[in-house]
Nanobody, 118 residues
């Protein structure tokens, strides 16, 4: 059983920065990648950034050059550094991972709210 707990959200002005954290516990040896997703009001949840076992990263076009995903101590903590924030970045941000045991099981955190004021 993998547990994911996000923190670090808050209210920030446009152009500001925030760093989100995803604390990971339980079953980390089965993790190959962790994603950050976000969901704005009235919109579908979307993938924002991914980091895998080889520290390869991938970003949505809307955040490239502004957001950076990283990890510390294996899968203990995954960060999302967000710079040059825009009002359209306002959303609930979630971290997510999938493990195969042997079928695929998705684990999500509870989410953290990010609000960017104009």
């Amino acid at each position: 059983q993998v547990q994911l707990v996000e923190s670090g959200g808050g209210l920030v002005q446009a152009g500001g920065s925030l760093t989100l954290s995803c604390a990971v516990s339980g079953g980390t040896s089965r993790i190959n990648a962790i994603d950050w997703y976000r969901q704005a009001p009235g919109k579908q949840r979307e993938s924002v950034a991914t980091i895998n076992n080889f520290d390869r990263t991938n970003y949505a076009d809307s955040v490239k050059g502004r957001f950076t995903i990283s990890r510390v101590n294996g899968w203990n903590t995954v960060y999302l550094q967000m710079n040059s924030l825009k009002p359209e970045d306002t959303a609930v941000y979630y971290c997510k991972t999938s493990v195969w045991i042997p079928t695929k099981v998705d684990y999500w955190g509870q989410g953290t709210q990010v609000t960017v004021s104009s």
